[in-house]
C-alpha cells in the first residue's frame, strides 16, 4: 500500500471507552503530525513528530495521547473522550530537513463520533 | 502567532467559469505556501506549492497561483471551472519552523 494510510476509517465511541486511532506512512518520511478537521474551523495541528520525538503539542486535552514507536507509524489514543471531540481525525507525513518543499502527504482521515 | 486566512466560505459557479479563491497570512518572514484540495469523500491532496522564485506557480489540474509579497497573498485561480472541481480547498502556510497554518477552507460547487 501507497501513501498514508489510517484505521480505523470509522469509528463510534461512548465517552467511557478507551480506542486507539493509527496511521502508517510508506513515504519515508521522518515527520509525522496528527490534525483535527471540525466543520467551519481551521484545521487543528494537534501533534508533531519529528524523528519520532514529539515537538509539538498545541495545548492538546490529556484524554488524547499521542505514540510513535518509529518514523513510520503513528497512533492517537483515546479516553474518556467528550462529545465535542467528534470530528475527522487527520494524519499527515512529510519530509523535513531537506533544502526542498516538503509538503505534507496526508490520509484518508479516521471519522470519530463521540456519544 | 502566524495564521491563514480565506476570505471565501461557499462559492457557486457554472462550468466554464473564472475562478479566483483568495488567501492571506500573516507571516512577515520567510513562508512556503500551498493549496490543498479534498474532493468528497477523499483525503486532501496537494494542488500547488510556492517556495521560491516565479511568483506564478501552476499547480495540477490547470489551478494556479499567484505570490504576491506586498499584499501577504496566494490566491488561487482557474480560468475555467469543470463539474468535477466541486471541492473543498485549502490554503497553508508554513514558516522557518515545522509548523503548518491551515485556513477555514472554500467549499466550491461547480454547477454543470
Known amino acids: 500500500e501507497t501513501g498514508v494510510t489510517q484505521t480505523p476509517r470509522h469509528l463510534v465511541m461512548g465517552m467511557t471507552n478507551k480506542k486507539s486511532l493509527k496511521c502508517e506512512q510508506h513515504l519515508g518520511h521522518n515527520a509525522m503530525y496528527w490534525y483535527k478537521q471540525s466543520a467551519k474551523k481551521p484545521l487543528e495541528l494537534m501533534f508533531v513528530y519529528n524523528f519520532k520525538e514529539q515537538t509539538e503539542n498545541n495545548s492538546v486535552p490529556s484524554r488524547f495521547s499521542p505514540e510513535c514507536p518509529n518514523s513510520s507509524h503513528l497512533f492517537l489514543h483515546l479516553h474518556t473522550l467528550q462529545p465535542e471531540d467528534s470530528a475527522l481525525y487527520l494524519c499527515?507525513?512529510?519530509?523535513?530537513?531537506?533544502?526542498?518543499?516538503?509538503?505534507?502527504?496526508f490520509g484518508p482521515g479516521t471519522r470519530l463520533t463521540v456519544l | 502567532a502566524q495564521s491563514v486566512s480565506q476570505h471565501n466560505h461557499h462559492v457557486i459557479l457554472s462550468e466554464a467559469a473564472s475562478l479566483e479563491l483568495g488567501c492571506n497570512y500573516s507571516?512577515?518572514?520567510?513562508?512556503?505556501l500551498f493549496w490543498y484540495v479534498q474532493y468528497p469523500g477523499q483525503h486532501l491532496q496537494l494542488l500547488l506549492k510556492?517556495?521560491?522564485?516565479?511568483?506564478l506557480v501552476k499547480g495540477i489540474k490547470g489551478f494556479e497561483a499567484e505570490f504576491i509579497k506586498s499584499k501577504f497573498s496566494f490566491n488561487l485561480r482557474k480560468p475555467s471551472v469543470q463539474w468535477s472541481d466541486t471541492a473543498e480547498y485549502f490554503c497553508?502556510?508554513?514558516?522557518?519552523?515545522?509548523?503548518?497554518?491551515f485556513g477555514t477552507g472554500t467549499s466550491l460547487t461547480v454547477i454543470p
Open positions: 507571516y512577515g518572514g520567510t513562508v512556503n
Open positions: 499527515a507525513s512529510s519530509q523535513v530537513g531537506t533544502t526542498s518543499v516538503n509538503e505534507q502527504f
Open positions: 497553508a502556510g508554513r514558516d522557518t519552523g515545522n509548523q503548518f497554518y
Open positions: 510556492y517556495f521560491s522564485g516565479d511568483p
